[in-house]
C-alpha cells in the first residue's frame, strides 16, 4: 500500500498537494485521475511514499485517505522533465499541476491508453546549461540549423527547435524535414489525438537521432540524447502565455535544457535586451559570427508626417497615409508586385475626440478611450476592454456637440483608404478580428499571394504568414507602440520595424511622427547594436530586469474588495519594496482592477521566504514575474 502525492492539472489548481492511497507504486510524473472537489481531475504524481514509512502520522491524522481513480496511470514524465517543471512552478511562483495544463496537449493528458514510457536521464548535478546566441535573421538562422541537425546527426544526438506560432513552426518542418523524413516530427495543436499519441509513441521509443520541431509544447516530448534546444525567433511576445499565468515559455525552455544537459540556443535579429545581457555577462557566447547590420537590400525612405503637414498652408483633409506612399503602392501594383502594410492596432481609429471641447469618447463603465471598428450594419465604437458597444452617430458627453474627430491610424481605416484612393489594386485585410484561426489565416495569404498586384493591410497578427516577403513595405503607424506604458514598448517595436524590414525587397517606408527617436535611428543606421547597449544601460541605472526581478500582483473585485486586498498585500509584504498598489481601474461599474509590484535585486528571484508569503495571499490575486506594465 502507498501514499500517493499529487497535484490537479488545471488552471488555478490548489497549490498545495492532495494525497490519496493507491495499492500499486505509481511511478512519480505519473497522470491519474483523484476525485477533487466531487470531480474526477486528472492530476500529476508528485511524489510516492510507502505506508509502512508514515504509519504514525497516518494514525493521528483525522482525516481518511481517499482512494486514487481507477483508471490506468500513465507515465508521461522522467525525472528529468519533472525537475524541469518543477523548477518552472517555482520561479512563476505556481504549481506544477498548472504549468502542465498550460504546456501539454490535452490529448496526451487524456489519452485512453497508455503511452510509451520515456527514457528519462537525469543530472547528477545542477550545471548551468551551455547557452548560445545566434543573432542573424531568417534564412542565416535556418541554414545555421541544418548544420546544426547534420552535426548532431553525426554524434547520434537529437535537435529540439521550439518556434513561436504554428505557422512558422510548419516552415521550419517542410524546410528542414527535406530528406529525413523518418526521422523528423511535427508537433503542433493542429495534430488529431490520435496522430499525437502516435508521435508521442514514436518519440519515446526510437533509438535513432531525432529533429523535433513544434510549438513550446514539444519541450515535453521524451525525445532521448537531447544535445542542443533552439528557441526560434526567441524575441516574440507570443512565447508569453495569455492566461492568468503568464506562463513564459522559453523559461521551460531554459529549465528542460538545464535538466537535460543539453545546449541552448536562442536565436532572433535582433534579439531580447536580456538576451543580450547574457552576452555582455560573459554568460553565453555567440554560437556564430552575429549579424550586426540586416541584410535586406530595399531602400529605406522614413516619413516625417509633421513636415509633410506643415508643407501646407491650410489643413488638409487627414490621410492615413502619405501622398509618396500612395505613389509607390500603386507603382508596384502596376507592375504586378506585392505590398504589406502594417498598423499598430487593428480598428478604424484607437480615439476619438470632440473638436470643440477635447472630450474623448470612452466606455461609461470603464472611463477607457473606444475604437472605432467598421461592421456589416455600419460604425460603432467598441471597447477593447469591457466590450461595450456603441452606436457611432452620437453626440460629445460633456458638451452635446457633434463635431466629433477620429485620432490614431488603425488597420481597418488604412484599409478603407487604400481601397478607395486605389481601387484597381486587390487588398486584403489581415487582423484578429478577419484571421481569427490558422485556417482562417491560411485563407487570407493565400488569395493575397495568388492577386496580381495584391496589397495585404495587417496588425503583429499577419507577420509569421508573411516570411515570403513583399516588393514593397509600409509603416503606417508604429507611434502608438512607442508611446505604450509599458517598459518594453521601445524593444518591441525595434524587433516589429526589423522584422518588417527583413520582408521588404524593393522599398521600405516608416510614417512617423517620431523621427529622432532611437527607435527610428536604430532602423535608419539598419544595426540593433547600439539601441541594446543604450537600452541595457539605461536599465541598469533605474533598475529594470535583468538587473531587478519585478513580482507582480493583480486582483479584481468591488472597491471594498481591493482595498481589503490592498491592506493585505501591504501587510504580507511590508519588508519588501514595492511598488503602488495604485487607485483601482473600473473594469465595470461594479468591479474594479488593481495592481502592485514588488521589486527584487538581481538574482533576487525565487526568494522562498516571499514565495512562501505570496502563497498565503488569496487565489484571486495573480502573481507574474517581470510583467510589462509595472502598476
Given amino acids: 500500500m502507498y501514499t500517493v502525492e499529487v497535484m490537479p492539472i488545471q488552471r488555478g489548481a490548489l497549490r498545495g498537494t492532495l494525497s490519496f492511497f493507491s495499492r500499486d507504486a505509481v511511478p512519480v510524473g505519473s497522470v491519474v485521475t483523484a476525485p477533487v472537489r466531487r470531480r474526477m481531475l486528472p492530476c500529476l504524481v508528485v511524489a510516492v511514499t510507502d505506508v509502512r514509512e508514515q504509519k504514525l502520522s497516518l494514525k493521528g491524522a483525522d482525516f481518511a485517505l481517499k482512494k486514487l481513480g481507477t ?39 487524456m489519452s485512453p491508453r497508455v503511452l510509451a514510457t520515456p527514457k528519462s536521464r537525469t543530472r547528477t548535478e545542477s550545471v548551468p546549461p551551455e547557452v548560445l546566441v545566434l543573432q542573424a535573421e531568417r534564412s542565416e538562422r535556418v541554414q545555421a540549423y541544418k548544420n546544426l541537425v547534420r552535426e548532431c546527426f553525426a554524434r547520434d544526438r537529437s535537435v529540439v527547435i521550439v518556434a513561436p506560432t504554428i505557422v512558422e513552426a510548419t516552415e ?51 525525445v532521448a540524447h537531447l544535445d542542443a534546444l533552439v528557441v526560434e525567433r526567441e524575441a516574440a511576445r507570443t512565447y508569453v502565455s495569455r492566461t492568468n499565468v503568464r506562463l513564459d515559455l522559453r523559461r521551460v525552455a531554459h529549465e528542460i535544457a538545464l535538466a537535460r544537459g543539453a545546449r541552448l540556443i536562442y536565436a532572433d535579429f535582433p534579439v531580447r535586451v536580456e538576451t543580450y545581457a547574457l552576452l555582455r ?59 504589406l502594410v502594417y498598423a499598430a492596432r487593428r480598428g478604424i481609429a484607437p480615439l476619438t475626440v470632440c473638436n470643440d471641447c477635447g472630450t474623448p469618447v470612452v466606455d461609461p463603465t470603464t472611463d477607457t478611450p473606444m475604437v472605432l471598428h467598421k461592421t456589416p450594419r455600419g460604425n460603432v465604437f467598441m471597447s477593447h476592454r469591457s466590450g461595450a458597444v456603441a452606436p457611432a452617430e452620437r453626440s460629445c458627453a460633456y458638451c452635446g456637440g457633434w463635431n466629433l ?42 488569395e493575397y499571394q495568388h492577386a496580381r498586384g495584391g496589397i495585404l493591410v495587417g496588425t503583429e497578427r499577419m507577420l509569421p504568414y508573411t516570411n515570403r516577403g513583399a516588393s514593397v513595405v509600409v509603416v503606417a503607424s508604429i507611434d502608438s507602440t512607442l508611446s505604450l506604458p509599458t517598459w518594453r514598448a521601445h524593444e518591441h517595436a525595434l524587433n516589429t520595424l526589423f522584422a518588417l524590414r527583413a520582408r521588404a525587397e524593393e522599398r521600405y517606408i516608416i510614417e512617423t511622427r517620431r523621427p529622432e527617436s532611437a527607435v527610428m535611428k536604430c532602423i535608419q543606421n539598419g544595426s540593433p547594436v547600439e539601441f541594446l547597449r543604450d537600452e541595457l544601460k539605461e536599465r541598469h541605472v533605474y533598475g529594470y530586469p535583468p538587473f531587478a526581478t519585478f513580482v507582480g500582483l493583480e486582483w479584481s473585485g468591488t472597491e471594498a474588495h481591493c482595498a481589503k486586498h490592498k491592506q ?64
Wanted: overall charge negative; hydrophobic content about 40%.
Fill in 568 to 631: 493585505l498585500i501591504q501587510e504580507t509584504c511590508t519588508h519588501y519594496d514595492i511598488v503602488g498598489p495604485l487607485p483601482p481601474e473600473a473594469q465595470d461599474r461594479t468591479r474594479f482592477v488593481q495592481r502592485a509590484v514588488i521589486r527584487l535585486s538581481k538574482n533576487g528571484w525565487p526568494d522562498f521566504e516571499l514565495r512562501a508569503l505570496l502563497d498565503t495571499l488569496p487565489p484571486t490575486v495573480t502573481i507574474t514575474i517581470d510583467p510589462d506594465e509595472i502598476v
Fill in 281 to 339: 555577462e560573459g554568460l553565453a557566447e555567440d554560437w556564430a559570427r552575429p549579424q550586426v547590420r540586416t541584410q535586406s537590400p530595399a531602400v529605406l525612405t522614413l516619413v516625417d508626417v509633421r513636415a509633410t503637414d506643415e508643407k501646407h498652408e491650410t489643413r488638409r483633409k487627414f490621410s492615413a497615409l502619405q501622398p509618396q506612399t500612395y505613389d509607390a503602392l500603386a507603382d508596384i501594383g502596376a507592375r504586378g508586385g506585392s505590398a
Fill in 71 to 109: 483508471a490506468s496511470p500513465r507515465q508521461l514524465f522522467g525525472a528529468d522533465v519533472m525537475e524541469a517543471l518543477s523548477r518552472t512552478a517555482l520561479w512563476h511562483a505556481t504549481t506544477v499541476g498548472t504549468v502542465v495544463s498550460e504546456l501539454v496537449f490535452s490529448a496526451l493528458l
Fill in 172 to 222: 521550419l518542418y517542410d524546410t528542414l524535414a527535406r530528406g529525413i523524413e523518418t526521422q523528423t516530427h511535427l508537433v503542433t495543436s493542429l495534430k488529431g489525438a490520435t496522430d499525437m499519441r502516435r508521435t508521442w509513441d514514436a518519440v519515446a521509443e526510437s533509438s535513432a537521432p531525432l529533429l523535433l520541431i513544434g510549438t513550446p509544447a514539444v519541450l515535453t516530448f521524451p
Fill in 405 to 446: 474627430v477620429s485620432l490614431g491610424i488603425g488597420a481597418d481605416r488604412v484599409y478603407e483608404e487604400i481601397r478607395q484612393t486605389l481601387p484597381q489594386v486587390p487588398v486584403f485585410l489581415f487582423t484578429s478580428d478577419t484571421a481569427r484561426t490558422h485556417k482562417a489565416a491560411l485563407k487570407i495569404i493565400d
